[in-house]
């Protein structure tokens, strides 16, 4: 099997492709895992969300710029 990899330049760039992938996605798994990009709420967090303060637009200074509920 693997003198047929080394020969086929098609099934090396089939198991190439296969491998990044895989890498990529673990690499993107453990990034979000441990919170590079934000931290991730809880399973609690989900559960209690307020609806009226979970779509409201706020600016950079914490003022109000507009709400996407629909009961005010």
Do not use: H
Request: hydrophobic residues 45%; contains cysteine.
């Amino acid at each position: 099997m693997l003198e047929r990899i080394k020969r086929s330049p098609i099934l090396k760039w089939t198991l190439g492709i296969v491998i990044s992938i895989f890498a990529i996605l673990i690499i993107l798994y453990l990034c979000i895992y441990f919170g590079l990009f934000g931290k991730i709420p809880t399973s609690e967090d989900l559960q209690n969300l307020d609806q009226n303060e979970a779509t409201q637009v706020l600016s950079a200074d914490g003022e109000l710029i507009g709400k996407y509920y629909i009961f005010d």
